[in-house]
C-alpha cells in the first residue's frame, strides 16, 4: 500500500476538512498519514510521496526565525535520507514563491519566453527604504504610474503579506513600509479570477476584487486594505463597489470571462517554468484590452470553491507515482537540488 505523509497546520486541516482525505486515500487503496511530530519522521514513514503546506514557515526561515529554521532543516534532512521520497512541491521551488519581486520576475521571464503578449506582469519595482526621493525615481524608471499597488516584499511567513494598499500621488510615498514592492494597478472592473491548480488539473473560480481606479493618480490618501477580506466570496466591501457611472459597459470596455485555452497556455507555461504541482495563481483581465494580467502566485493555496478537491489531489499523486514519472522525477533529482539551503 503506498503511504502519502502531509503536513498542514491545524488551521488548514479542519478548513479543508483534511480528515475526509484519510477516507479516500483508504477508498482507493492508499493510506495517508498526518504528520504532526517532524522530530520522528522515521518512526512515521516510509513515505511514497510527502505533500505539504509549509510556504508559512520557509518564508520565516528565510527571514531568520530560528524555530521556523529547525522545523524546516528537520524535513530536509529526511528528505536528504530519503533520496526516492517524491516531495510535492519541492522546498527550493516553494521559496522562489516567497519573495514577490523574485516571484513576478520568475513569472515576467516565462512569459517573455512565451513570446505572447496576451499574458503580462504589470510593471513592478522592489523598494527597500524611505527615501521617497529615490523611491520616486525607481517607480518612474519601472515605468509605474499612479495609482499602484503597495505589497510586503514576503508573500508568506505572516499576516502582514496580506495587509496592502492603493497609493494616488507621491506624498502616498511616505506611508510604505520597506521592504516592499510597488505594482503598477490594472483596472479590471472588479473582478478578480482565482486560477487553481493540481498537477494538469486547472479549475477557475471567480473572486469579487478592487474597483477601478483613475489613471494618473488623484489627491485621495493611501487607502490600505486586507486582500483576504476583498477577495473573499461575498465581499462586500466598498472597494469592491464600481462607480455608478461605470457599471454600465462603454465603448471602451472589453467583456470579457477567461478563455480556458488561453489560461491552460498559461498555465502549461508557468508550471513548466516554476515547476510546481500546486498552485494558485490570481489572475485579472486588463479592462480595455482584453489582456491577461497575473498579479499573484500562490504554493497549495486553500482551493476554495474547487470540485472534489482530495479526489483530484490523489488522482494526481497516483499518476505521479506511477513508475514512468517516478523515473523523470529521479532524472530532475540528480540533475538539480531538490531544497535550498534555508538554515545556514
Known sequence: MKRIGYWVTDKKFKKMR????????????????????????????????????????????????????????????????????????????????IDRREQYQAARDCFQKLQDDQYFIPNFVELTNTDVSS?????????????FIYKPAAAHGSAECHHLAVVFNEDGLRDLPPPCVAQSFTNHDAVLYKVYIIGDHIQVVKRPSL???????????????????????NS????????????????KTVLLSPDLDKVRKMVTALRSSLKLELLGIDLIIEKTTGRYAVIDINSFPGYDGVDNFFEVLLDMLSKRLQPNEREGTRKRKSSEPLEKDLHT
Request: aromatic letters at 10%; glycine letters at 6%.
Open 18 to 97: 483534511f480528515a475526509s482525505f484519510h477516507d479516500i486515500c483508504r477508498d482507493a487503496g492508499y493510506e495517508a498519514v498526518r504528520i504532526k511530530e517532524p522530530e520522528d519522521l522515521e518512526k512515521q514513514g516510509p513515505f511514497d510521496v510527502f505533500i505539504h503546506k509549509l510556504s508559512d514557515d520557509i518564508g520565516s526561515a528565510l527571514d531568520g526565525d530560528e524555530e521556523a529554521k529547525e522545523l524546516v532543516q528537520k524535513f530536509q534532512s529526511h528528505f536528504q535520507r530519503c533520496p526516492s521520497l517524491l516531495v510535492i512541491d519541492p522546498f527550493d521551488k516553494v521559496a522562489r514563491m
Open 135 to 147: 523611491n520616486k525615481k525607481l517607480i518612474e524608471q519601472a515605468g509605474i504610474t499612479f495609482p
Open 211 to 233: 474597483k477601478n481606479f483613475k489613471q494618473g493618480g488623484s489627491k485621495e490618501s493611501t487607502v490600505f486594505f486586507d486582500s483576504y477580506g476583498v477577495s473573499k466570496p
Open 236 to 251: 462586500n466591501s466598498h472597494l469592491n463597489k464600481l462607480d455608478l457611472k461605470e457599471e454600465e459597459p462603454s465603448d
